[in-house]
């Protein structure tokens, strides 16, 4: 990544923000997105505060080691979760944390969301690890959600929300932007009967 590319990230976070507004992903102070610079400083978005109107201004860059280099506000209080998330994924360039109301609400009624039933979840978002709940901005959800970090970059974080990663921002957005989407035709399924699944040999031959 290049020092222009960099240059772009701040108002690039600012948009997703005003998406995962606009989508219904983040309600009030929801929510917290970061991005990796290329000399590894996090760029973060302030902790209470809405995300839906944030300002290029808002965003906190932190080192990292987590010690703020620039900002006005605090960083996200889901910051230690993000930079135990660089440190094990060194791919992992951006990350988006969303409460999306489908994937909760399949998530909440005891659904584990796979296997997936269209083939979009199955290709896009490979498998989505649930991690189990831990009060948010503590050092037990951190160790949670990196200890299931190797079976996926979709992490479902219980009675709380979503996690994804990816080498780019788009990436990372548009994975979270899938797991909704798809949550939300599963739960519009069962609402109105019982799903079918995906032919397994379909199912096995993505797996491989
Ligand atoms: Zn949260």
Redesign the pocket.
Known sequence: MTIQEDSVLGPEVIKICRQLYNKGLIAAS???VSVRLSEGDILITPGGVHKGFLHEEDLVLVSSEGHVLKGRGRPSS?LAMHMAIYRQDPRAMAIV???PPWTLALSLSGDQLSPHLLIEGLMFLGEVSMVPFEM?GTEALVSAVVNALHKGPVQI?AH??AVTRGPTLWKAFELMECLEHTCRIKALAKLLGEPRALPLNIVQSCQI
């Open positions: 929801d929510g917290n889901e944390h969303t409460h948010p974080l709380h929300g």
